[in-house]
């Protein structure tokens, strides 16, 4: 992995850590998979990451203060998650 793609995938996985926080993705309590409920607070989510961003939160402090960067993620990472728990929505084996 490059340094840019080793810095994209932190970057993403703090967006998603924010995302979880702000209930545009949930995580499954069985199994633990992220997953999209549907529910696209955009306005809440980039309130939060804006007052992360001021607040200097270590949470997002890889963005160094990007917020557009930080956005911009946050108005896509739910397209990239299912809308159900991959484990859960499994078939069953047999």
């Given amino acids: 992995m490059t340094p840019s793609e080793e810095r994209d995938a932190k970057l993403r996985s703090v967006a998603v850590a924010v995302a979880l926080k702000t209930g545009l993705l949930?995580?499954?309590?069985?199994?633990?998979?992220?997953?999209?409920?549907g529910k696209h607070d955009y306005q809440g989510a980039l309130?939060?990451?804006a007052y992360l961003i001021n607040q200097d939160h270590p949470l997002v402090a890889p963005f160094c203060g990007?917020?557009?960067?930080?956005?911009?993620?946050?108005?896509t990472i739910c397209g990239s998650y299912g809308t159900?728990?991959?484990l859960c929505s499994e078939p069953?084996?047999?």
Avoid: I, Q, W
Avoid at 66 to 75: F, H, P, S
């Fill in 26 to 37: 949930k995580r499954c309590a069985a199994h633990g998979g992220v997953y999209d409920p």
């Fill in 47 to 49: 309130m939060l990451a």
């Fill in 66 to 75: 990007d917020r557009a960067t930080l956005t911009e993620l946050l108005k």
């Fill in 84 to 86: 159900a728990c991959p």
């Fill in 92 to 94: 069953a084996a047999g």
